[in-house]
């Protein structure tokens, strides 16, 4: 007890003694100048101390790709994908038992309040199967189910082999389960069926697997029943993916090729890129470069999600991990751009197609003269969600707000309950639109 305090107490004046460094830094140097350089600074100082997790550190060096499986859980809304990765996450010991929310990768307040996912998250495990001499590292991406969040999806299956496909016992394949077993399929992804619920009364596995098997060709020898609620049939699954799901590709000897796969917005370490490693290997203090915007960065700190963000200093070859670089916003961060050694040529990767929007809406002030707070308030909010889009508008009866396009009406209702709620703004939303092509007999057309 006594020892722990006393480490805390010096971790505590390491990080004071950091932000007066910084402090006294923004005030020395003259090329600094506003907030967001200070932001910048601060963060820097922080992040090279972050927020570590009390697990012991881990050799990321003892994992070469053979010994890496990446992949995804796919499914129909509340099919139980978040709450199996719960229970893999508890089998490998890396959350513990009963601690923590229920569906633990469901951070977002939106994700809590409504039971739904709608950001992919990735969480590495450990898993020593017992024919095993080595254990794995398992990277697992759990994903949304509704349709309005499959940009996420198709996202996340970019950094993986493989995919476990869960289907309800009950309520069998159901649109987003067609929907997303494709994005699967043409990913080349290994699919492993998984049906889930088997405890409920009505569960109905035979039907499911002649379903499977009709629908996707899935073989009902390949598929494990499972029950995420009670724990059956969950010793199955990560021997399954270990087996069935080949490892990474990539060459470890080649230059540094990584996707950029989402980034957010953190108070403390500025914007966190979540990367995977393609080819070659990325370590703390390399300067890298990003295809898209041509921009080159420092890598100020690089590790993996444990599930909480823990720094590693080294990402190899099929790994994925987050990094942090510096940078302001997250529109410097496009999402699907390659990133690499700088100074080095390498060919991009192909990325990912651009999200579409399929609904718009119009967002104006209740009150004329807080278009500014709105403004401000829709700035903060894209920084974590750049797949709305926004350009001003002005309407007669309205005065001055923002056209928005999201990806579907769920979208669209997520971010304007979030920006009522975390900015306190008053805001008017315009009815839903989605947009249309009207086309003449002469072959005219007016968009
Ligand atoms: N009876 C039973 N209920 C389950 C099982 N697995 C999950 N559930 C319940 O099903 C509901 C939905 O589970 P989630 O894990 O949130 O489902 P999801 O697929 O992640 O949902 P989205 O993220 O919204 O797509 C929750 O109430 C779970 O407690 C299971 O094996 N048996």
């Known amino acids: 007890m006594g020892s722990l305090h006393r480490a805390s107490k010096t971790l505590k004046s390491l990080r004071h003694q950091l932000l007066l460094q910084a402090t006294q830094q923004f005030d020395s140097s003259s090329r600094l100048s506003g907030s967001s350089d200070y932001r910048l600074l601060l963060a820097r100082a922080l992040?090279?101390?972050?927020?570590?997790?009390?697990?012991?550190?881990?050799?990321?060096?003892?994992?070469?790709?053979?010994?890496?499986?990446?992949?995804?859980?796919?499914?129909?809304?509340?099919?139980?994908?978040?709450?199996?990765?719960?229970?893999?996450l508890e089998l490998t010991g890396t959350?513990?038992?009963?601690?923590?929310q229920p569906q633990y990768l469901d951070k977002l307040q939106v994700e809590r309040e409504r039971g739904i996912t709608v950001k992919a998250q990735t969480a590495t495990m450990f898993h020593k199967g017992s024919n095993e001499p080595q254990p794995f590292l398992l990277n697992l991406i759990d994903t949304p189910g509704h349709v309005d969040f499959s940009y996420?999806?198709?996202?996340?299956?970019?950094?993986?082999?493989?995919?476990?496909?869960?289907?309800?016992?009950?309520?069998?394949?159901?649109?987003?389960?067609?929907?997303?077993?494709?994005?699967?399929?043409?990913?080349?992804?290994?699919i492993i069926p998984v049906i889930n619920k088997i405890d409920q009364p009505t569960a109905d596995p035979d039907r499911i697997k002649d379903q499977l098997k009709s629908m996707f060709d899935l073989e009902p020898s390949d598929c494990l029943l499972t029950s995420a609620k009670t724990g059956q049939g969950l010793e199955h699954v990560l021997p399954a993916v270990i087996e069935r799901i080949p490892p990474p590709p990539g060459e470890g000897s080649g230059l540094l090729r990584m996707l950029l796969l989402?980034?957010?917005?953190?108070?403390?370490?500025?914007?966190?890129?979540?990367?995977?490693?393609?080819?070659?290997?990325?370590?703390?203090?390399?300067?890298?470069?990003?295809?898209?915007?041509?921009?080159?960065?420092?890598?100020?700190?690089?590790?993996?999600?444990?599930p909480e963000l823990t720094q590693t200093g080294v990402l190899l070859t099929g790994q994925v991990g987050y990094v942090v670089t510096g940078m302001r916003s997250t529109k410097e961060a496009r999402i699907?751009?390659?990133?690499?050694?700088?100074?080095?040529?390498?060919?991009?990767?192909?990325?990912?197609?651009?999200?579409r929007h399929m609904v718009f809406s119009g967002l104006f002030p209740a009150d004329g003269s807080d278009f500014e707070a709105l403004n401000h308030a829709i700035e903060r909010l894209t920084c974590n969600d750049a797949s709305v889009s926004v350009t001003k508008e002005s309407s007669t009866a309205l005065g001055l707000g923002f056209r928005c396009g999201f990806l579907g009406l769920l979208h669209m209702d997520v971010f304007i309950s979030d920006l009522n709620k975390e900015y306190g703004t008053h805001i008017i939303s315009t009815v839903p639109t989605v947009p249309y092509i009207f086309e003449y007999s002469d072959g005219r057309y007016y968009l």
């Open 262 to 306: 989402d980034s957010y917005y953190d108070e403390y370490k500025g914007v966190i890129c979540h990367v995977a490693v393609v080819d070659g290997m990325l370590r703390k203090g390399d300067k890298i470069s990003a295809a898209a915007t041509g921009q080159t960065y420092d890598v100020l700190d690089v590790g993996f999600m444990h």
């Open 95 to 100: 959350i513990k038992r009963g601690h923590g």
């Open 47 to 88: 992040c090279s101390h972050p927020r570590q997790n009390a697990k012991e550190a881990v050799d990321l060096t003892q994992y070469p790709p053979e010994r890496i499986r990446n992949f995804s859980i796919i499914a129909h809304v509340d099919h139980g994908k978040s709450t199996l990765a719960d229970r893999l």
């Open 336 to 355: 699907g751009d390659t990133l690499f050694h700088a100074k080095t040529i390498v060919k991009p990767l192909p990325g990912f197609k651009a999200a």
């Open 152 to 190: 996420e999806v198709s996202r996340s299956l970019a950094a993986c082999q493989g995919a476990l496909l869960v289907v309800d016992a009950a309520q069998g394949v159901q649109a987003q389960t067609v929907a997303n077993f494709y994005l699967a399929f043409e990913s080349n992804l290994t």
